[in-house]
């Protein structure tokens, strides 16, 4: 009876921790960046992810749905670094979604001075793979 309490109670305290873990990583920002350029209207995506699976990329305004980006499946060690060009997007705001598998990030881009554009994180949602134990 004293070893299954023990167990339990060593169980119990690892979940603990791990949801603790996990919650703390949740606070924090994603290794996603989008960043402005010296060029005009021109904006870079830093993922900053190791992936093999599809990353979307859908660019969105106050009209909706803009355009999407779909960047294909290949082995990113330590990530990619990919360029847009933002001059045809209307108005002063537009929204960016990069999706993976792992997890989304929703960025609203504010225009600033000279075609320079200002990047603030809305949302974070990461995807953890589900466990069961038998």
Same mark, same amino acid.
């Given at each position: 009876m004293k070893t299954r309490i023990l167990v339990f109670g060593a169980?119990?305290? /690892?979940? !603990?921790?791990? /949801?603790? !873990?996990k919650s703390k990583a949740q606070g924090q920002s994603p290794e996603i960046r989008i960043i402005s350029t010296n060029e005009r209207d021109l904006i870079k995506l830093i993922y900053n992810y190791e992936t093999s699976k599809a990353v979307d990329v859908k660019f969105t305004n106050a009209d909706g749905f803009v355009k999407l980006d779909k960047i294909s499946g290949k082995d990113f060690k330590k990530g990619f670094l990919k360029k847009y060009d933002v001059e045809k997007m209307r108005g002063n705001a537009f929204w960016i979604e990069i999706t993976s598998e792992e997890l989304s990030a929703t960025y609203k881009m504010v225009s600033a001075k000279n075609g320079k554009w200002s990047a603030q994180l809305e949302k974070t949602t990461y995807n953890y793979p589900t466990v069961a134990l038998n």
């Open positions: 169980v119990v305290a /690892a979940i !603990s921790t791990l /949801a603790v !873990s």
